[in-house]
């Protein structure tokens, strides 16, 4: 059996994704997997066990590109799939397994896809509340699944596979190797200052944990190389600070996500990602809520102060910092760290000792 998924284009969705991967190779071992997504989600993808091949999707995000999408399609009617699985709930995104003549398409109604999808569901979001319920429920046949409680338990998170060689290459080249114990700090997100933890307060929980014996490494894109540096200057112990942010590939961070001891984060992709590596991790929220798309991992604490849904918007402070992850101390967040890594410690004792 051979099938084709077209994947999501966020870090955070197309690590919830693995869950679908994982749940189709648990009930079709057989299966072959490939996967279609924008050329940046390869790292990822190459990282997931269970998918046989990642195809890059050369358009551009937001691009309606038929005749692009048409010449792809028809690209992949050699590769005779069984089936295919779309995730975008868009329009454009149900063309290529469309125009590839795949037998079986199947997807969440979305955005008028009569006709390009013929095992189209209607989505319940109330019987469905997370994204990976979603994306796990399109594994199975839909006469089977009415609700997220039909799902079996436990659902099947994400779990990179890390290749060790690589991981210590990275080290070497960021010459980490001797900068053992890390903290990752991931103080980005997508949609600007109200989803950060105020740069002050990473800058306060970094010296506490240097006090603690540990370097502080963070990650992050190129427009997160600011906030980094911030965070450097406004520590007391900067000399134990290292800014990778804009610096390092996406597979490169991933590898040294999978070095920390412990990672701290935003609401963004690379907590799916520390998550998905089973790290130690307390994810801050504010204004976004982690009811749709939490950090899937029983090493991660979530804090956050407020109840209820609200739109992203400029923030409270004059830095445009959101006033309820404002309120989240940097006290609070040690003190759930070290809870957690203690936990965790316990855990992985527990483990050697029963081989």
Known sequence: MKTLVIGPSWVGDMMMSQGLYRTLKQLHPDIEIDVMAPAWCRPLLNKMPEVAHAIDLPIGHGELAIGARYQLGKQLRSAAYDQAIVLPNSFKSALVPFFAQIPKRTGWKG????GLLNDRRTLNKQAFSLMIERYIALA?????????????????????????????????????????????????????????????HYAALADMLVDQGSHIVI???????????????LMHHGEYCINLAGTTSLDQAVNILANCKAVVSNDSGLMHIAA?????????????????????????????????????????SEQGYHQSLIDIKPELAFERLLKILERSDKEAIVKDFHG
Do not use: H, N
């Open 219 to 233: 990650l992050g894109s190129a427009k997160d190389r600011e906030i980094g540096e911030k965070i450097c200057q």
């Open 140 to 200: 199975y046949p839909a006469s089977q699944i009415k609700q997220a409680s039909d799902l079996p338990k436990p659902l099947l998170s994400p779990k990179l596979s890390i290749d060790k060689y690589e991981m210590s290459k990275t080290l070497v080249e960021f010459d980490l190797q001797s900068k053992l114990p890390l903290i990752g700090f991931c103080p980005g997100a997508e949609f600007g200052p109200a989803k950060r933890w105020p740069d002050y």
């Open 111 to 114: 955005e008028m896809r009569y």
């Open 276 to 316: 998905a590596l089973d790290k130690p991790l307390v994810a801050l929220y504010g204004p976004s809520s982690p009811d749709f798309t939490p950090p899937l991992s029983d090493k991660a604490e979530v804090i956050r102060l407020i109840d209820g849904y609200f739109k992203i918007r400029k923030g409270d």
